[in-house]
């Protein structure tokens, strides 16, 4: 059992700090590229993924000495959801009235264009032929 633990301990090391490594945004990764930091991490087995938290990433001691999970517990977005947001209710009430007036464009034109055929059924009669005797 202490054998597999020997190879279990590097290897979830270097999969966590590889894992890490890739979700980090470029511009976090210290000294160099993030490409030059996976291929470390992958070739130097358990020196790399040591490397890598030692000194390969930007970490920021959280603000006023609080702990993370301290500070996203009492930090809560103004907004939670979009239905919440009045940017965003306004947004869909502007795009609402300006589907509106195009419906009512469009029937508008519909209700003129009936009108006009209408108009002109009723002038000229049918503009077909005569109409074959029933029977």
């Known amino acids: 059992m202490l054998r597999a633990l020997i190879y279990l301990l ?39 993924p040591i490397v890598w938290f030692a000194a390969g990433k930007t970490r920021v001691a959280p603000a006023g000495g609080r702990t993370p999970s301290e500070w996203h517990r009492n930090h809560r977005r103004t907004w939670v959801a979009p239905d919440d947001n009045p940017d965003f209710l306004k947004s869909l009430k502007d795009e609402n009235e300006k589907d509106e007036s195009v419906l009512k464009d469009w029937e508008a034109d519909l209700r003129r264009r009936e009108e006009e055929l209408k108009r002109r059924d009723g002038e000229g009669g049918p503009s077909e032929g005569p109409t074959p005797p029933k029977g």
Do not use: M, Q, R, S
């Open 10 to 48: 590097p290897l979830a090391l270097t999969i966590y700090a590889f894992i890490d490594c890739l979700n980090t945004p470029e511009d976090e990764a210290k000294h160099l590229p993030k490409l030059a930091w996976v291929f470390i991490i992958l070739l130097f087995w358990i020196v790399g």
